[in-house]
């Protein structure tokens, strides 16, 4: 029916970058929150940046002024961009839609996670 794809990930220095990618595809009638969430080995998952479908931003102290979270609604794409990457960065991060979609049933709306992309920040 519905599903999300992440690409981007990757091995990356210290200080440096890397761009996320998500595109969303199926029966979608409507894309609402678009969201990225990383989890570290040994912790929970944690929300590192959303945007509403109207383009309201939000993020955590923890990646406020490195990470950019944008959307293109017309590709049904969310996009992670982290600068200055830190060690502590390290997970891997996935992507998460709320989003309506035509079910064998009729309208369905629920949440919906991508199969996760690794990213390590090593020298």
């Known amino acids: 029916q519905v599903q999300l794809v992440e690409s981007g990930g990757g091995l990356v220095q210290p200080g440096g970058s890397l761009r996320l990618s998500c595109v969303a595809s199926g029966r979608i009638l409507s894309i609402n929150d678009m969201g990225w969430y990383r989890q570290a080995p040994g912790k929970s998952r944690e929300l590192v940046a959303s945007i509403t479908s109207g383009g309201r931003t939000n993020y955590p102290d923890s990646v406020k002024g490195r990470f950019t979270i944008s959307r293109d609604n017309a590709k049904n794409t969310v996009y992670l961009q982290m600068d200055s990457l830190k060690p502590e960065d390290t997970a891997v991060y996935y992507c998460?839609?709320?989003?309506?979609?035509?079910?064998?049933?009729?309208?369905?709306?629920?949440?919906?996670w991508g199969q996760g992309t690794q990213v390590t920040v090593s020298s």
């Open positions: 998460n839609a709320d989003l309506a979609y035509s079910a064998t049933y009729g309208y369905a709306r629920r949440n919906f």
